[in-house]
């Protein structure tokens, strides 16, 4: 513990969780100033530059460091930090979804399963849409009802239009080119399209569509501290089970290979080797 965390509400033994982009934390910057912290420009990001990482010890910035509650894992307090932090935030301070809506969600994967939970937790009703039938059947298995789960062979304009079905908010996790321009004409008018997921970095805004619904579309990225609290929270009272598989820091360059093959499910947390 450096000198100037004398204020800290940690000690040396806590078990901690890391929020990754506190911001610098100056009262004259342009995004801290205006509770950004996640888009500060000159803030620090934990993991990118900085010794330690990947191994077992790191040096981190006190601001992002976050107390982990009696029943949260170090595995699950890893992945809050991010897969249900990023999903947290996105959908309660930047689409502010409200249990008197239905909401459509493309993606069940890392984050998008978390993403189900938080909805869930908020009382909404949730439609969902994923091509792996395994993570179709991860959201029939926490409660999803059957009719409220898009078939594979089904496109999500049909699945729509024959239930009569009126989305008040898209939230899409994938953010490929089809999910992207379905989102636009399945949501009602005067609705809202949430955009996280980036699998395609440039998608098409109908203007003509648009503008004739009258649509609101909002990005989000990360989170911030008072989230991560928050989602801990959640994770320690049982209402959101991240999905994780715990490996060693030795296993790395494995878990790396079966990422880029797709053979990971929900996340992988990387523990100190014994």
Not at 27 to 47: A, N, T
Not at 147 to 163: G, M, S
């Amino acid at each position: 513990m450096g000198k100037d965390t004398k204020e800290a509400k940690v000690k040396v033994g806590d078990l901690v969780a890391l929020y990754a982009v506190p911001g610098c934390g100056a009262g004259d910057c342009p995004e801290c100033s205006r509770d950004l912290p996640q888009i500060c420009e000159v803030g620090h990001h934990s993991g990118v530059g900085q010794d330690g990482f990947y191994a077992p010890y790191a040096h981190v910035d006190i601001r992002g460091v976050v107390p982990v509650p009696d029943g949260v894992s170090p595995a699950q307090a890893a992945v809050a930090t991010d897969a249900i932090n990023t999903a947290f935030h996105a959908i309660t301070r930047r689409a502010e979804v409200q249990p008197h809506e239905t909401v459509f969600l493309f993606g069940l994967g890392g984050l998008g399963f978390n993403a189900l939970q938080v909805v869930r937790h908020i009382g909404a009703r949730v439609l969902v849409k994923d091509v792996k039938q395994s993570r179709v059947d991860d959201a029939r298995d926490i409660g999803v009802p059957p009719e409220d789960i898009a078939p594979l062979d089904v496109t999500v304009d049909e699945f729509v239009a024959r239930r009569g079905l009126h989305v008040d908010t898209v939230l899409d996790f994938v953010g490929a080119h089809d999910t992207f321009d379905a989102a636009q004409r399945i949501v009602r008018r005067g609705g809202k399209i949430l955009c996280v997921g980036s699998l395609d970095t440039e998608n098409t805004v109908s203007m003509k569509i648009g503008t004739r619904k009258r649509l609101s579309f909002i990005f989000s990225y990360a989170g911030q501290v008072q989230d991560l609290e928050k989602v801990l929270d959640l994770v320690a009272r049982g209402v959101i089970r991240p999905q994780v598989q715990e490996k060693r820091l030795k296993d790395f360059p494995d878990v790396v290979r079966d990422l880029e093959a797709g053979k990971i499910d929900g996340r992988v947390a990387l523990m100190q080797d014994e």
